[in-house]
């Protein structure tokens, strides 16, 4: 299996295992918080699959429909878990209030508060592993799918803390800590979705981006000047276009091999798929 689909399988597997264990105590115990905190890991099960359908079509070659690949659709995945995000934020702040109205509460046992520890640690296990692999791979699929199992790791905590203070008498704990884990996902999901929209809509990169690929270009032998530099996002990466001007008295073969040379450093540029170069003769094309 490549290495990108790993952490995806690790989460839709993870996940399944965690939504039966804490919906099955859940049951087992009347506890309304380990019910929902499973049914929100069941979700998570649904966002991988997309996530994993998403890396399977951006990772697909170009074709006739798509000449420049897939790779769009590896942040319109993304913003769908963002969006997905949202709900979560949702759920848990309309859960919060209403346990707060309804002054609801429950018997706590060690048992209870044991599984939302193994949640907890398996949860953050599951977002170091998928930051990991998609910052090495620049993939905003698994960073994106890392971050929703951030937003578990914290509805957890809060579901244990305030599982904890109700264990010591303290009726509306769960409930506050649910509002405060709304408010934190919320956050997530509104950076991923930005984020995403930015990769989708063509943004163009920092000007320190365009500065470094300007001097990238001026740094090849034959290069004597550097204009109308355009770069725009498709998909997490960035196509380059520029123009390269190199002296009128060398030959048509070494323009070509100049502009090949830079084409070749700028396409070594992490942040860049593709350039394209146009050569223009110094002081006679523009």
Do not use: W
């Not at 839709?12 to 859940?26: D, E, M």
């Not at 939302?116 to 930051?131: D, G, H, N, W």
């Not at 800590?177 to 956050?187: E, F, H, R, T």
């Amino acid at each position: 299996m490549e290495e990108v689909y790993r952490p995806l399988m690790v989460s839709i597997l993870g996940n399944i295992f965690l939504a039966i264990l804490k919906v099955s105590v859940g049951f087992l115990y009347s506890s309304l918080a380990l019910i929902s905190d499973g049914i929100h890991s069941l979700s998570d099960v649904v966002t991988s699959v997309v996530g994993y359908l998403g890396v399977k079509i951006s990772s697909k070659p170009a074709d006739k429909t798509h000449p420049f690949g897939h790779s769009r659709f590896e942040p319109l995945f993304a913003f769908f878990i963002g969006m997905a995000l949202f709900l979560v934020a949702y759920e848990v702040g309309r859960d919060a209030l209403e346990r707060i109205f309804a002054g609801y509460t429950i018997e706590v046992n060690s048992i209870m508060l044991a599984i939302v520890v193994l949640s907890i640690v398996s949860k953050e296990a599951m977002t170091q592993y998928s930051l990991r692999i998609g910052r090495k791979l620049n993939n905003q699929i698994l960073i994106a799918d890392a971050y929703h199992h951030r937003s578990d790791v914290l509805s957890s905590i809060a579901v244990f803390v305030g599982l904890l203070l109700q264990r010591f008498g303290f009726t509306y704990g769960d409930a506050l800590a649910g509002l405060i884990v709304a408010l934190l996902v919320g956050k997530v999901a509104v950076e991923i979705v930005f984020k995403n929209v930015n990769y989708l809509t063509g943004t163009s990169p920092p000007f320190e981006l365009c500065e470094k690929i300007k001097e990238t270009a001026l740094g090849v032998e034959g290069v004597v000047g550097v204009h109308d530099l355009r770069a725009h996002h498709v998909g997490p990466k960035l196509h380059v276009e520029l123009h390269i001007e190199v002296p009128p008295h060398i030959t048509l073969k070494e323009a070509h091999d100049i502009s090949e040379e830079v084409k070749r450093r700028i396409e070594k540029i992490d942040e860049v798929e593709v350039a394209f170069v146009h050569v223009d003769i110094k002081g006679i094309t523009e």
